[in-house]
């Protein structure tokens, strides 16, 4: 059974960086497509970004493009959400998602991490 562990969140200031993780077990990551989504408070859960299996093809809400940059390290494991000038609307929880040779993210992946909370306020 794949699992799934987020890590990286914190407080950080306007106009800063993070950069979250998404360390997958039990499994060879390179067979999966991962996704970050994040869901603010009183919103409904959005596909931040997605990188897939085969290709390594990187995707992009439109409000992140440009400042976040998402990377993985099949060695590790590891899945990465480079987060740069960060803006108070980032602020949410964001969870890591993956799915075998799935050909994009979606909001129905077949593993979910528990999320990592991520505070942009000065």
């Known amino acids: 059974q794949l699992t799934l562990v987020e890590s990286g969140g914190g407080l950080v200031q306007p106009g800063g960086s993070l950069r979250l993780s998404c360390a997958v077990s039990k499994v060879t990551l390179d067979y999966y497509t991962v996704g970050w989504f994040r869901q603010a408070p009183g919103k409904e859960r959005e596909g931040v970004s997605c990188?897939?299996?085969?290709?390594?093809?990187?995707t992009y809400v439109d409000s992140v493009k440009g400042r976040f940059t998402i990377s993985r390290d099949n060695a590790k494991n590891t899945v990465y959400l480079q987060m740069n000038s960060l803006k108070p609307e980032d602020t949410a929880v964001y969870f890591c998602?993956?799915?075998?040779?799935?050909?994009?993210?979606?909001?129905?992946?077949?593993?979910w991490g528990r999320g990592t909370l991520v505070t942009v306020s000065s």
């Open positions: 990188i897939s299996s085969s290709s390594g093809r990187t």
């Open positions: 998602a993956a799915e075998r040779f799935a050909t994009t993210c979606h909001d129905a992946m077949d593993y």
